[in-house]
């Protein structure tokens, strides 16, 4: 490929997909096709990209613009090698709603910037070092309790718009639950949208949506730009979320590889410095942060396109539509009652990922140091514990994350040095299974008493 990765092999006759095969990143299909599959990764994207901005009150236009620029600049910086779309990320939303009450939207765009540029940063020095390190700093109970934490957090917020219309908020949710039982494929991948289309649908029949500011925007016009402001008191805000972000990167790069079948660990360095100059690039002018979408990868699953080709298709339309005040302002009119439900499920699949995160490396809780960093993490960050040093205000996820680093590796050096705890970190299936086929053999020889 060249060194932006536009040169694409056709795949086979570019008109299908045989059995057993993928489309690879440096392939593409007919470029009619590649549209087509460009688009549904817009779709795919849609509804939890324009959440975060929604929820936080800032542009959503704005957002979409970024989200798609960030996908460009990171297909650039990644050399096409890994298929991704950038759009916002939910781990901003609790940082920014906290960062606003005491700054505004300028304060809350500085903190973007921020954790943007850590992120580059870490992304810098994996690509010249290499990603072990951060295994080793954030191993899987910490990096699970981290994610669980923030999901957790935002549970308060959830609530408060959930009663401001909970019938409205009750259908939302109901929907949601359902459409991702009742439908396979693209439609059941994307019950929260689906949820939410249905729920605003409720909401104008109850006279709850407000469509005086989208009647009188433009049809054709710029993106709301807004420039930041740099607080130091939000810096304990929002450093936590570059921890998330770099398990949610190395976890798609990780994906990609597996379903593609090709070694991207060389990648995984520059796609956080993709993803961290995006979020910069982002805050900059007004837009959330961003985070490789775990949407598009269910987009990539079902149709066996990995081609990063659909991407950039995926990321020119998005900018494209960002152009349209009248869709920004459409955007925007989604109620109170509407994202209460949708952020019911949202909030707690974020809890939950966290929880995916502990079974999927068999995390081990009957080993005190992970049970004690989990417990306590938890805790603080869902609670919402707050420490205030001067102009410096570190609240529940700042807390809980450092709580989850801090007690984890303190522990874990005290015990070493005592050798107190006896218990693996990880839980080890294959003993347990070869003692159980062990007793069971030792049943069978064991010869039968007479009666």
Known sequence: MSMLGTKWKLHGNGKSVRPGEVVRPD?????????????????????????????????????????????????????????SYLGSSFAFIAPIMASQQQFGIPGALGGVVLAGATLAVVGAVVQKFGADWINRVMPPIVTGAIVAL???????????????????????????????????????????LVGVLVGYLVAMLRGEVDFSKMESAAWVGLPHFQTPEFHIGVVGLFVPVVLVLVAENIGHVKSVSAMTGQNLDGVSGRALLADGAATVLAGLGGGSGTTT?????????????????????????????????????????????????????LYGMI??????????????????????????????????????????????????????LVIYHGMKAIAKARGTVAEPETEDLAPAAASTAAVKAAAKRTPKKRR
């Open 351 to 404: 809890g939950v990922l966290g929880v995916k995160i502990w079974v999927q490396n068999k995390v081990n809780f009957s080993n005190s140091i992970n049970l004690t960093t989990a417990a306590v993490a938890l805790i603080v960050g869902i609670a919402d514990y707050t420490w205030t040093i001067g102009d410096l205000k570190f609240t529940g996820i700042a807390l809980g994350s450092a709580a989850a």
């Open 150 to 192: 923030i999901g957790l957090n935002l549970a308060p917020a959830a609530k408060a718009n959930f009663d401001l219309a909970p019938v409205t908020a009750f259908i939302t949710l109901a929907v949601i639950i359902v459409v991702s039982v009742l439908f396979r494929g693209m439609l059941g991948r994307l019950s929260i």
């Open 293 to 345: 979408y775990a949407e598009n990868i269910g987009v990539m699953a079902a149709t066996k396109v990995y081609s990063t080709a659909a991407y950039w298709v995926a990321g020119i339309f998005a900018v494209i539509l960002s152009f349209s005040p009248k869709f920004g302002e459409l955007i925007a009119t989604v109620p109170a009652g509407v994202l209460g439900g949708a952020a019911t499920m």
């Open 27 to 83: 392939e593409r299909l007919t470029w009619p096709l590649t549209v087509g599959v460009g688009m549904q990764h817009v779709v795919a994207m849609f509804g939890a990209t324009f959440l975060v901005p929604i929820i936080t009150g800032m542009p959503p236009a704005t957002t979409l613009f970024f989200s798609g620029i960030g996908t460009l600049l990171f297909l650039v910086i990644t050399q096409g090698r890994v298929p």
